[in-house]
T-cell receptor, first 116, second 111 residues
Framework: GAGVSQSPSNKVTEKGKDVELRCDPI?????LYWYRQSLGQGLEFLIY????????KSGLPSDRFSAERTGGSVSTLTIQRTQQEDSAVYLC??????????????FGEGSRLTVL | LAKTTQPISMDSYEGQEVNITCSHN???????ITWYQQFPSQGPRFIIQ???TKVTNEVASLFIPADRKSSTLSLPRVSLSDTAVYYC????????????FGSGTRLLVRP
């Protein structure tokens, strides 16, 4: 696609429910990143993928968070048993990746999650 | 991982030049310096990137001293629409890297 696409744009859920957030990166981008941004705060790194593998998962806040990427394209961030502190905007970014690339990140518009 | 430090906020007036400095004392040899701009309810967007010396594009200039331990984003003649949060990001050039954003600088441009 023309840009990074995220869905849903807004999600309201009840505490304890599971949610899935989807990111469709720019075609051909091998690197994909997830960030979380709480209201008025900076970007908190969650996880990145190079292809389908995630070399570093240490940014995920707890074991309730997981992410996968299939086919080197679409990624899904899953939050199980949501808590109110999970309320935030979840941003996805993609990048060309690979040697010689300067790593410019292209961000989606984000998925705003509200846990009641 | 190179940690970055920026001022939390800055105020300016329309038509002025604004310089935002970012410190990154432990920058690595392969790291590039990239600045992003974020408006409310939007994802950040790329402004400018550099490795050393000076880079200029149609919206900004980036000054990087020889030791690369800091960088300065320069916005010439700001307008109200430049009110945003500006992030300095330091990361390796192949993008296979854990890219950590700093806390950002909230720029307010007044009439």
């Amino acid at each position: 696609g023309a840009g990074v696409s995220q869905s849903p744009s807004n999600k309201v859920t009840e505490k304890g429910k599971d949610v899935e957030l989807r990111c469709d990166p720019i075609s051909g981008h091998t690197a994909l990143y997830w960030y979380r941004q709480s209201l008025g705060q900076g970007l908190e790194f969650l996880i990145y993928f190079q292809g389908n593998s995630a070399p570093d998962k240490s940014g995920l806040p707890s074991d309730r968070f997981s992410a996968e990427r299939t086919g080197g394209s679409v990624s899904t961030l899953t939050i199980q048993r949501t808590q109110q502190e999970d309320s935030a905007v979840y941003l996805c970014a993609s990048s060309l990746g690979g040697q010689g690339n300067t790593g410019e990140l292209f961000f989606g518009e984000g998925s705003r999650l509200t846990v009641l | 991982l190179a940690k970055t430090t920026q001022p939390i906020s800055m105020d300016s007036y329309e038509g002025q030049e604004v310089n935002i400095t970012c410190s990154h004392n432990n920058i690595a040899t392969n790291d590039y310096i990239t600045w992003y701009q974020q408006f409310p309810s939007q994802g950040p967007r790329f402004i400018i990137q550099g490795y050393k010396t000076k880079v200029t594009n149609e919206v900004a200039s980036l000054f990087i001293p020889a030791d690369r331990k800091s960088s300065t984003l320069s916005l010439p003649r700001v307008s109200l629409s430049d009110t945003a949060v500006y992030y300095c990001l330091v990361g390796a050039m192949d993008s296979s890297y854990k890219l950590i954003f700093g806390s950002g600088t909230r720029l307010l441009v007044r009439p």
